[in-house]
Structures are given as C-alpha cells and as structure tokens.
C-alpha cells in the first residue's frame, strides 16, 4: 500500500543557523516539537539546496523549484506573479508589475512608501481601474488591490517589453524618478512611456478622491501616488496536473505564493485570518488543508511566520513560533493514506536577518516510505538521514515515485 494523497508543508525561512540566545542551537533544535519529531522518527529525513548549493534563494524562485518549475526556466520577475497571486488572470506575454500605495507631500516628494500602512484600498483601486486610459498605446490596463497597502499591476498589449525601471525612490524624502527603459528597444521604451502615463493619470485621480480627503481630515496620510516596481513578463506555465497527473491546491497567505500557486494551476483556497505573521489563523489553515484534501490530490501548504521572524532576528519568537505550528499540525498525522512532506523554502538564519543558501531540513513520512535512524526533524539531525543531501528539483519526482505515479525509465 502507497499513499495517494500528498501535503507539502513548506514552513517558510523556518531552517536557521546556530543562534547564540538559544544556547547555539538552531530554533527548530530548541524547539519542542512532539509531531514534527514523529514524523521524521517514521519517515525518511535528508537536507535539500533547494535551487542549488550556495544560491540564496527568494520564496518566489525556491517554491518554483519545488514544483518542478526550474527558476532558469520559468522566472520571470516578481510582478506578474504578485499579479497572478491578486487575482488578475495574467495570459503568456502579460507584463506584471508589484505597487505599493505611497504619499507624496506637497513638493511632490516620497513622504511615505506605505501611505500610513492603509488597509483597504479597494475604491482607491476601483476609481484608478476605471479612470485610467491608456488605449492610446494600445493596453488593456488590470489593476488589483492586495493586502493592506500592496496592488499589483499587468498590461496586456502588443509591443510590451519587461525591462524598465522602477518609479519607487526606495527612500523618503525624493521624488519619484520616471520610467526609463533599462535597454534601447521599442518594446520597452513604450512599456515605460505606458508606466509614466498610467502613474500621472492614476495620481490625478487619487489627488481628488473622497477616500483620501477623509483620511487627511482624520490626520491620517493620503494614499496619493503607486510606486511600481518588479516589471517581468507572465511565462507559460505547463499546468502541475498535466505534468503530474494530480488536482492540487495551494494555501498560503502571502501573494506572491498564492500567486506562483495559481500560476501552475493549483486551486486557491483563501484562509480567513491567514496573516503571513507569526498571529496567523494556523488552525483555520490546517482545517483548510484537511477539507482539500477531501477532493484533491495534492496540497501545498505554506506557513510564512518564521521567516518573518527570521527577517527581524527574533531567534526566541522564531522558536516559540515553531512550537505553536508544531501542534497545529497533529491532525495530519492521522489522516489515512497521506504522505507528509515538510520542508523549508530557504533558510532564513536569525544571525543574518536574510535568506541564505543553507540547505533546509526534509521529511517525507507516509505507507511503504523506508525508515532511518532520525528521530528530529531539525537541520543538523536531518541531515544524518536517508535522502542525504538532494536538490529541489528531485522532490516532485520523489513525491510522484512514493506515490506510485512514476512510470519505468527503460524496460
Ligand atoms: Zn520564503
Ligand atoms: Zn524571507
């Protein structure tokens, strides 16, 4: 007997280095984690690069290479899978683009990248979408709001080329730069010409809304300028059940996951109080999980958390964080015919406050799966394991070989 149904837990930034707070143990070591330590006492455990050793890998490119989906290959920018991830329906040849809501003083300079971190944009978004006209050039204009001062942007056109500049100054206190082609092409010069538009038709528009005259009334800043950046072109994604024979899901809270879930054509499941935060709704998730796996075969599963504490340092928090998704996660261990797969994306070591190429720790733990010696399911106990040391890549075809959907290479 095999199992038939696959979770693919990617505990986000959760593998680490040694941290001094902890006594020099990493924060899955000196976690207590009852679960994760049973399923790799039942399971086979291994260390994965999971582009390939010594690349620091982004979320974006390692979630794609756990699919299957070669970065090389198929990565494209960020832009038009936060586009994917906002809902926009991003065709091969698309160009996407991140925005960030952002105000502007009165001299027409960058008084904060977040606009006062506002929350719902949506008849923000709504008045930009139906304002703005950018026909002249021959673009159909999508634009969507995403969480809190996040939005993406995709123009769909003929001509379009990927490699402008950003308008976003990075800093406070400057002015917006212009678009700029970043090479001497037609395409591109007409896609920042477009960008240069769409931003001055879009700010005369946010200048006047009801919205923004509120918030300024209430001494909160307006959300008066987009800063866009991130520009790539939407590839052309073999469909994940096409290439595996598996239905799937993703479940994640952050954009850009969803969005790279969608893209390869896996069922989006919104989680209510998915946050992304180390306060993330965790049980909302895994019973979301739970339901999926009802109907489907595959579900990817991410839980951002620990990178973010990972980003802030936090080694205690990081710790603390992996312990409550420790017990969120018991009811996998029961369901029948399941195999559990839990890894990291990237390692996001608390002593660097950033991703960094460390392999991440691996188990897979489900009927038939061979055994070993390991008994904790952290960095440096995994890596004592029987998968030893794999690259991303292998994984896919290591799922679909324990599950039975692999076929003879050869007679
Ligand atoms: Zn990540
Ligand atoms: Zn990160």
Not at 115 to 129: F, H, K, P
Not at 205 to 218: K, M, Q, T, V, Y
Not at 220 to 237: K, S, V, Y
């Amino acid at each position: 007997m095999t199992a038939d149904t696959v979770l693919l837990l990617i505990i986000d930034g959760v593998s680490d280095r040694p941290c001094p707070e902890l006594g020099n143990l990493t924060p899955l070591q000196a976690a207590a984690t009852p679960v994760l330590d049973r399923i790799a006492a039942e399971g086979i455990c291994g260390i994965m690069d999971t582009i390939a050793p010594g690349i620091r890998p982004g979320s974006d490119t390692s979630h794609l290479s756990l699919l299957g989906y070669s970065p090389g290959e198929y990565y494209t920018g960020r832009g038009p899978l936060e586009a994917v991830g906002t809902g926009i329906m991003m065709k091969p040849g698309m160009i996407g683009f991140r925005c960030n809501y952002a105000t502007l003083d009165a001299a027409g300079k960058v008084s904060d990248r977040r606009a006062g971190r506002i929350r719902d944009t949506a008849d923000l978004t709504r008045a930009v979408m139906d304002g703005v006209d950018l026909s002249d050039f021959g673009i159909a204009v999508m634009f969507r709001s995403g969480t809190g001062h996040r939005a993406a942007l995709a123009f769909q056109g003929r001509g379009l080329g990927a490699c402008v500049s950003s308008n976003d100054p990075k800093k406070h206190g400057l002015v917006p730069p212009p678009f700029r082609p970043l090479r001497d092409t037609p395409a591109d010069g007409k896609t920042a010409e477009a960008l240069n538009s769409f931003v001055r038709q879009a700010d005369a528009i946010l200048a006047d809304h009801p919205l923004n005259r509120d918030r300024e009334s209430r001494g909160l800043l307006p959300a008066n300028t987009i800063l866009i950046r991130g520009a790539g072109e939407m590839g052309d994604f073999p469909p994940f059940s096409e290439r595996y024979g598996l239905s799937g899901s993703v479940i994640a809270a952050a954009t850009l996951i969803n969005g790279i879930g969608a893209a390869v054509g896996l069922r989006r499941v919104p989680v209510k109080g998915a946050t992304g935060s180390t306060t993330t709704n965790l049980s909302g998730k895994v019973e979301a999980v739970l339901a999926e796996l009802e109907t489907q075969d595959f579900v990817l599963l991410n839980i951002k958390g620990a990178d973010e504490a990972g980003h802030d340092g936090d080694a205690v928090g990081k710790r603390d964080f992996i312990e409550r998704i420790d017990s969120a996660i018991e009811p996998f261990l029961s369901v029948e015919g399941l195999l559990i797969v839990v890894c990291s994306d990237h390692s996001t070591p608390c002593s660097i406050r950033d991703h960094s190429a460390d392999p991440v720790p691996l188990v897979i733990r489900g009927n038939g799966v061979r055994t070993d010696a390991v008994g904790s399911f952290d960095e440096i106990a995994c890596a004592g394991g029987g998968l030893n040391r794999i690259p991303g890549s292998a994984l896919m075809p290591i799922i679909c070989d324990l599950i039975n959907r692999t076929t003879k290479y050869g007679a």
